[in-house]
């Protein structure tokens, strides 16, 4: 089965996958014995989603291969409908896939291998979405009924787009907060210091640079728009910060929180190894 975003999944399915790689976490066992074969095909710089979902399919006992742009034909200039055929001929079980082109997914059809999305774009991130979810579940024992903000690059990030449209549907309240030289004109946005004290989960992004037309100052960006010790003092009791990593320290996030009490961040990078081994199994 594909797996392009969440759209398609009901809150049972998400529930599934979330249970099953906590089971994955407390240390239920699935062997394939070599026998299935994992094309890992990342047409974007990854670490964490990259090998995450190497070190999954490897701890379920399946072999992968890994496809790197810089080392392939597309410097010849195939295209990357034929770099991904030319693996589906190779009768593997699943490619993973990441591109920088929203929807890249739509060029596929004819593949006949199962996809899992390992980022589209600025569109969807389901595996990241999901390993945030089962990070929020396994805070508050729910996933409704909560108050969110992710605060940062929302225009330039696909984390934001699976995240807000899965976090309303399961019945939170998501709040964007985003520097006026950021926003767009699809969202509505609020001040971070105006709900700071109410949220139960700070969602941070990263400024992702490299997305942007032109360069963009950030030496004040920490104290008007990030996440330092005096902010974190107003946050409410038990409230948690999460990021989906790489983040800039000490302008997103200063270093005294990247693994303070309030931080799921490297839990969530943990979490990401248990959910992407559901995926994979289903």
């Known amino acids: 089965m594909n797996l392009f975003n969440l759209d398609n999944l009901s809150r049972e399915d998400i529930m599934e996958v979330i249970n099953l790689a906590i089971e994955f976490k407390e240390g239920k066992e699935v062997d394939f014995k070599q026998k299935k074969l994992i094309g890992n095909l990342f047409f974007e710089p990854s670490t964490r989603t990259h090998y995450s979902f190497d ?4 701890r379920l006992g399946c072999k992968t291969i890994n496809y790197t742009e810089e080392n392939s034909s ?3 200039g195939e295209t990357f409908y034929d770099t991904v055929k030319t693996f589906d001929m190779y ?3 699943a490619l993973v896939i990441r591109h920088s082109k929203d929807r890249y997914y739509d060029e596929l059809t004819n593949i006949k291998t199962p996809i899992l ?3 589209d774009g600025k569109g969807d991130h389901p595996t990241q979405s999901l390993l945030d979810l089962m990070t929020i579940y396994e805070e508050f024992n729910t996933l409704e009924g909560l108050n969110i ?3 940062g690059d929302v225009t330039h990030s696909r984390v934001v787009g699976t995240n807000k449209k899965i976090l309303e549907r399961l ?6 907060a985003t520097p006026e030289f950021l926003q767009d004109e ?11 004290s109410e949220v139960d989960v700070i969602m941070l992004l990263r400024n992702q640079l490299e997305r942007h037309a032109k360069s963009i100052d950030l030496s004040d960006y920490n104290e008007k728009y990030g996440m330092n010790t005096k902010r974190a003092k107003q946050m409410k009791n038990g409230a948690i910060i999460m990021h989906p990593a790489p983040f800039n320290r000490n302008i997103e996030i200063t270093d005294d929180l990247v693994e303070g009490n309030n931080s799921r961040i490297f839990k969530q990078m943990e979490n990401g190894v248990y959910i992407r081994m559901a995926v994979i199994y289903n």
């Open 74 to 76: 597309s410097l010849k």
């Open 91 to 93: 009768n593997l079980d």
């Open 55 to 58: 070190v999954a399919a490897n």
């Open 186 to 196: 699809n969202n509505e946005y609020i001040n971070l210091d105006d709900k700071l």
């Open 171 to 176: 019945g939170n309240k998501v709040y964007l």
């Open 117 to 119: 999305s390992g980022g």
């Open 149 to 151: 903000m992710i605060v």
